[in-house]
């Protein structure tokens, strides 16, 4: 459950028309260019985001194990 001053914070958040509007903008816009994105936009924009967030650059120890079960 919420408590009293997240339940607060919902309400002030759902009466702000500014938010709403930059909802409704952001939905618009990713409707826009839904199942239009070309590879070479997607391999160039996952290139600029590995640039700005490269991650942990450890590697992953293999596991050597023909039976591996969760």
């Known amino acids: 459950m919420l ?3 997240d339940k607060q914070e919902l309400r ?3 009466a702000s028309e500014k ?3 930059e909802f409704r903008m952001l939905r618009k816009n990713s409707r826009a260019i839904e199942g239009r994105v070309s590879i070479d936009e997607l ?3 996952l290139t600029v985001i590995n640039r700005i967030c490269p991650g942990d650059s450890k590697h992953l120890k293999f596991i050597n194990d023909a039976d591996i079960r969760l």
Do not use: N, T
């Open 3 to 5: 408590c009293e001053g």
């Open 12 to 14: 002030e958040m759902a």
């Open 19 to 21: 938010l709403r509007e």
């Open 43 to 45: 391999a160039h924009w």
